[in-house]
């Protein structure tokens, strides 16, 4: 069985950190048999100050069916690090980012340097070279990619991009076209195939629209656009924030956005709830009538399809790999330089009767059902390791 030791920041129990953290987990539950993975990744959530509860810090934890090392700050050196992987058996090294200090800069470092083993390499993007993500922290981002372009800490690297657009990302952040890149979408969890029994009535029947929003609260995630957006609808609605505010530069934005809610009109009602588990996340989503998520970018965008999995359409911007979804009647998908539309969409459903608005929760649902168990996004994942194997004459 071919052993792959996967580097992440955030990994179970946490939930905060969002899409690298889901796909990690969606493909440990689904390609667990096939491939042995080991994970090497810190010991608190997004944003926490304290270990999690119930882990033993610095050795191997069995965590369902993978062993999993839980690293504190203090031992988060290049040397530590360094040792950790030296001392793991693997044959091909995961690396689920490309700015991380310890788990992916590090490595890196080390590989250059012949401190661990010439393995083959993959790094996933995680959208960390769309446009939107690049602006984050731009200069800092910069002067980084010039350094290891440098040292060519990027050589003989197999890249894995979660779709045709995150492959272009990568070219034209890295300026490179002879790149080796592997198109292998996000593994989302499988969803048993169900006769779907939607638990919300239309907004017509209900004395409010009932809508969401999940998302860390980031200028990326573009909650501002959504407040100003539902600023300009008379009808009543209740709007939901759900989702953390953990790093310094997302609570200075979400203090923009609250100043935004001060001025809202008095029809919209707008609560902040924090964080969510993963584990409520569906049940969650089945009590509003829509999900409301204009992000600037997702490089796979897990809870779009974590809402569509709950029968909840998703009325989103077409910055993410979901598009053409009104074709499919699964949702909206709508340029950010046209917030009228997303307007005029969320008037659309709130005139449907009960019956048009059940039959739309079933499309939705049985659309994501369709998605999520195509046996296709699983061998393309099985696909990237092995492209990866073909490479070990190369890495050496």
């Avoid at 050589?155 to 790149?179: G, P, T």
């Amino acid at each position: 069985m071919v052993k792959i030791l996967l580097l992440v920041p955030e990994y179970l129990p946490g939930f905060k950190a969002g899409g690298a953290l889901r796909s990690t987990v969606n493909m440990i539950d689904r390609l667990g048999g096939e491939f042995d993975f080991k994970i090497l990744t810190s010991d608190r959530d997004e944003g926490d100050q304290n270990s999690y509860k119930n882990v033993v810090l610095n050795e191997w934890n069995s965590v369902g069916n993978v062993s999993v090392y839980y690293l504190p700050p203090e031992d988060r050196s290049i040397s530590n690090v360094t040792n950790i992987i030296k001392n793991t058996q693997h044959d091909i090294l995961y690396l689920n980012s490309c700015f991380d200090l310890p788990f992916t800069i590090y490595p890196l470092i080390s590989r250059k340097l012949g401190m661990i083993p010439k393995k083959p390499v993959v790094i996933a993007t995680r959208g960390e070279f769309s446009k939107s993500a690049l602006n984050i922290k731009k200069w800092k981002k910069i002067c980084f990619m010039y350094i290891a372009h440098i040292l060519a800490l990027y050589k003989n690297i197999n890249w894995q991009a979660s779709s045709d657009f995150e492959a272009n990302d990568i070219k034209k952040a890295l300026s490179k076209d002879n790149l080796k890149i592997s198109v292998a979408p996000n593994i989302p969890k499988y969803l048993k195939p169900s006769i779907f029994q939607g638990s919300i009535s239309s907004p017509k029947t209900l004395k409010s629209f009932k809508i969401c929003f999940l998302g860390r609260v980031s200028p990326v995630k573009n909650l501002d656009f959504a407040l100003n957006v539902l600023s300009r609808l008379s009808i009543e609605i209740e709007f939901d924030i759900y989702g953390p505010a953990s790093k310094d530069e997302d609570k200075k934005y979400w203090n923009y956005c609250m100043k935004i809610i001060e001025q809202i009109p008095s029809n919209i009602k707008v609560k902040y709830k924090g964080p969510i588990e993963n584990h409520l996340v569906n049940d969650m989503f089945k009590k509003y009538n829509l999900f409301f998520f204009p992000t600037k970018g997702e490089n796979f965008g897990h809870v779009i399809l974590e809402s569509m999995s709950a029968g909840t359409p998703p009325l989103i911007a077409n910055t993410t790999p979901w598009r053409n979804l009104d074709k499919q009647n699964a949702g909206w998908d709508i340029a950010l330089n046209s917030p009228h539309k997303f307007v005029s969409v969320i008037e659309k459903i709130a005139l449907l009767d009960e019956g048009k608005y059940k039959d739309l929760r079933n499309s939705v649902r049985n659309y994501a059902e369709k998605f999520a168990n195509n046996d296709s996004i699983l061998e393309s994942s099985r696909q990237l390791f092995m492209n990866a194997l073909e490479d070990v004459d190369v890495q050496k």
